[in-house]
């Protein structure tokens, strides 16, 4: 296996693609048609969540199989289902909450960790541990930009990843404030799309998602996505 990213190389990877597509697969002969439609989107990134049983499965199968790829595991709630993800390949891991011992297996064993955050007590608990880049879930839920703003304002040492809620007419405002590393979201890959294998569905949102993420156009206007 080659070597797995620094948290910095991670963290680089994220700024440069902006847009993280947020994946739920139940069949992991999905798995590759799929990656390849983000890809040909220009999308070379997915976070593949953990809440479908064969979910390490298909992470497998991309990172073997398209390690262009820059693929991380979701939705990782103990520090069991964080080991199965390394070992599947997964170059980051994503929890929707801060999980103390999800945190505290990954940086036992350097693998980058970005806990969700909805609170400052949470900022703080995970700011006690050193780390500074936080998803923030659920982001149009919680409040929004407007929140996001307020909770980053006494924390200036943090950015996010603002995730929940998120698709192709609100990305760009999230993109636009500076504390924002990049933004999840299902919106170009919904789980439906992927188990009915409308690939060239998923590869065109894909490529909206990056040419509103290049800052091309602000919204896919008129275009339903
Ligand atoms: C997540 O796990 O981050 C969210 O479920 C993705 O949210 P969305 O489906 O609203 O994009």
Not at 213 to 219: C, E, H, K, L, P
């Given at each position: 296996?080659?070597?797995?990213?620094?948290?910095?190389?991670?963290?680089?990877?994220?700024?440069?693609?902006?847009?993280?597509?947020?994946?739920?697969?139940?069949?992991?002969?999905?798995?590759?048609?799929?990656?390849?439609?983000?890809?040909?989107?220009?999308?070379?990134?997915?976070?593949?969540?953990?809440?479908?049983?064969?979910?390490?499965?298909?992470?497998?199968?991309?990172?073997?199989?398209?390690?262009?790829?820059?693929?991380?595991?979701?939705t990782v709630l103990t520090a069991e289902q964080a080991k199965r993800a390394r070992d599947a390949g997964a170059q980051f891991i994503v929890a929707p909450g801060f999980g103390p011992r999800v945190v505290e297996h990954c940086l036992e064993h350097d693998i980058p960790v970005f806990p969700g955050i909805a609170t400052p007590t949470e900022v703080e608990a995970a700011l006690e541990r050193g780390l500074t880049t936080l998803k923030f879930f659920p982001a149009e839920q919680t409040g929004g930009l407007d929140y996001l703003k307020a909770i980053a304002a006494p924390y200036v040492d943090v950015s996010f990843m603002p995730t929940g809620g998120i698709n192709a007419e609100n990305v760009a405002k999230y993109l636009a404030f500076k504390r924002v590393v990049a933004c999840g979201g299902s919106w170009m890959a919904p789980a439906d799309w992927i188990a009915e294998r409308q690939f060239a569905r998923i590869r065109d949102a894909a490529l909206r998602a990056t040419e509103i993420a290049r800052g091309g156009i602000a919204v896919a206007a008129g275009v339903a996505v």
């Amino acid at each position: 296996m080659t070597a797995f990213p620094s948290f910095g190389d991670v963290l680089a990877r994220l700024r440069a693609v902006r847009i993280v597509p947020v994946i739920t697969i139940d069949d992991p002969e999905d798995a590759i048609p799929l990656a390849r439609a983000l890809m040909d989107g220009g999308l070379a990134c997915a976070e593949i969540t953990f809440r479908t049983p064969r979910a390490p499965e298909a992470l497998r199968r991309i990172t073997a199989e398209v390690p262009e790829m820059f693929v991380g595991a979701g939705t990782v709630l103990t520090a069991e289902q964080a080991k199965r993800a390394r070992d599947a390949g997964a170059q980051f891991i994503v929890a929707p909450g801060f999980g103390p011992r999800v945190v505290e297996h990954c940086l036992e064993h350097d693998i980058p960790v970005f806990p969700g955050i909805a609170t400052p007590t949470e900022v703080e608990a995970a700011l006690e541990r050193g780390l500074t880049t936080l998803k923030f879930f659920p982001a149009e839920q919680t409040g929004g930009l407007d929140y996001l703003k307020a909770i980053a304002a006494p924390y200036v040492d943090v950015s996010f990843m603002p995730t929940g809620g998120i698709n192709a007419e609100n990305v760009a405002k999230y993109l636009a404030f500076k504390r924002v590393v990049a933004c999840g979201g299902s919106w170009m890959a919904p789980a439906d799309w992927i188990a009915e294998r409308q690939f060239a569905r998923i590869r065109d949102a894909a490529l909206r998602a990056t040419e509103i993420a290049r800052g091309g156009i602000a919204v896919a206007a008129g275009v339903a996505v």
